[in-house]
């Protein structure tokens, strides 16, 4: 196995405990979680890269890398979920917590391009990333890290007392809004996307037809 896909798989080992650490209230463990979701998140570029500049892409890798970013984010939107009543994003217009629209959006279109991709590959043809997907994950990676930095953080401020100082007050501002607007971008990211590949490669399935 070569290191890109020993970093895809490390990031596949490391998603249960990103699902699940978050869960436990302790400042310790979730602040671990967002460790691991940073590392996770960082690898998922790394390993790609390194897999095209050492031309050591192969069939494993293309399994195992779309395979990883699914589970990550099914992993992390399930403590996202749970723990948003709990811990909104905090934003000059109020508490934004997860509606389960956005959860709903994210992950059918992620269901849907899977199927959508496997069905044009019959067809021979190979449907890669585009440039508002990869905008959208990168919206989507920054909603994600701003949400798990903000379970530990605020967690700590608790135990600690810091709730009441006006320092703290503004970082909460600072990190919710961030988060609420890289929520929106991702949302209406995943949305403009999907209509690019429908309208991109349509007529793959009138033209080619499936092996």
Known sequence: MNL???????????????????????????MTA????ALAAITDYIDGHLARSR????DLGRLLDPLADKLLLLGTFIPMFILAP???FVTPFGNVGLPWWVVAIVIGREAFMTVYRQAAARRGV?????GPAKWKTAFQLIWQGSAYFWFFAAT?????????DSRWHAFALFNGTV???????????TVYSLVLYLKGFSRVFATHPAK
């Open 4 to 30: 890109p896909n020993a970093l895809t798989v490390a990031r596949i080992a490391a998603t249960p405990l990103i699902a699940v650490l978050p869960i436990a209230n302790s400042w310790t463990l979730r």
């Open 34 to 37: 967002f460790v691991l979701f």
């Open 55 to 58: 031309k050591q892409e192969t």
């Open 126 to 130: 190979v449907i890669s990333a585009i």
């Open 156 to 164: 700590l401020a608790t135990v600690k007392g810091w709730t009441d």
């Open 179 to 189: 988060g609420t607007f890289m929520m929106l971008g991702a949302v209406l990211l």
């Open 86 to 88: 709990q811990f909104p």
